[in-house]
């Protein structure tokens, strides 16, 4: 009962404003180029359907191989960090760094660097930048947060530092990665969009341009129905993220152990 009322009163809400949009509009007249009715936004979607699929395709592709690089390479940098005290004194500020640096700024470099021609390599590596920080933050803070007598334990048993790792640093962190990983996973859109936005030469041919192409034309409604799939497919990816944080806890994490009191 609690998990149908979790989904529907979200679902109520959507409707309430989808209906309250649609009267505003119809009553005060709005044009279309201004605010289109969800009426509108429906036929618009229904009407450029398979191009929208297609640049829909080619944004999930960039975003899902940045998501994975920035996956891969977190984890690895965060159990360097883990292994070494001295590397990761040495080696976190510039990732610091790099997290504050506006990827606006970088990415016209980055375009320069890997060249027009492979546009997507360059679109992916924008938005592993921008996806990384979290999961290597989350990842650092999950190994460094060990407990130490289980660690004394386990090297007075002889253990080595891979099975320490293993055993011990890498459960440890598995909470702090995932919820990381959520993160990471609608940055990585974010970042393959704002990456379509800077290359804005038609090269690209994700969402981003179709919104860039639909707001020079003045086509509002196509605008707003690629808006609804980019918003449609960051509340996916958060909704598996979390279903996969769900699967790998629901036994042993507080977290997701639904309470039964």
Request: net charge positive; hydrophobic share 60%.
């Given at each position: 009962?609690?998990?149908?009322?979790?989904f529907a009163l979200p679902l109520l809400v959507a409707l309430l404003v989808l209906g309250a949009w649609q009267w505003a509009v119809a009553h005060w007249h709005v044009p279309v180029y201004v605010l289109p009715a969800p009426s509108a936004i429906a036929k618009a979607m229904a009407d450029?359907?398979?191009?929208?699929?297609?640049?829909l395709a080619s944004t999930l592709t960039v975003t899902v191989e940045a998501?994975?690089?920035?996956t891969v390479l977190g984890v690895a940098t965060a159990?360097?960090?883990?292994?070494?005290?001295?590397?990761?004194r040495t080696l976190y500020p510039y990732a610091v760094i790099l997290q504050v640096t506006p990827v606006v700024a970088?990415?016209?470099?980055?375009?320069i660097w890997v060249g027009f021609e492979?546009?997507?390599?360059?679109?992916?590596?924008?938005?592993?930048?921008v996806a990384f920080f979290p999961i290597l933050a989350g990842a650092t803070l999950g190994l460094k947060s060990a407990d130490f007598n289980?660690?004394?334990l386990t090297r007075l048993y002889g253990a080595s530092r891979l099975q320490t790792l293993w055993r011990i640093r890498l459960?440890?962190?598995l909470p702090t990665l995932l919820s990381g990983m959520k993160t990471a996973g609608g940055l990585a859109l974010i970042g393959a969009v704002v990456a379509e936005f800077v290359a804005g030469s038609g090269t690209a041919t994700g969402l981003a341009w179709r919104i860039v192409e639909s707001g020079n034309r003045l086509e509002i409604a196509t605008l707003f129905a690629a808006l609804a799939l980019l918003a449609a497919t960051g509340v996916l990816i958060f909704a598996a993220l979390s279903l996969l944080e769900w699967w790998l806890l629901r036994r042993w994490h507080e977290s997701a152990i639904t309470n039964r009191s």
């Open positions: 009962m609690r998990r149908i009322r979790d450029n359907f398979s191009s929208l699929m297609a640049a998501f994975v690089a920035a159990i360097a960090f883990s292994q070494s005290r001295l590397l990761e970088i990415a016209p470099l980055i375009l492979r546009i997507n390599l360059a679109l992916t590596i924008i938005a592993t930048i289980l660690i004394d459960p440890t962190a």
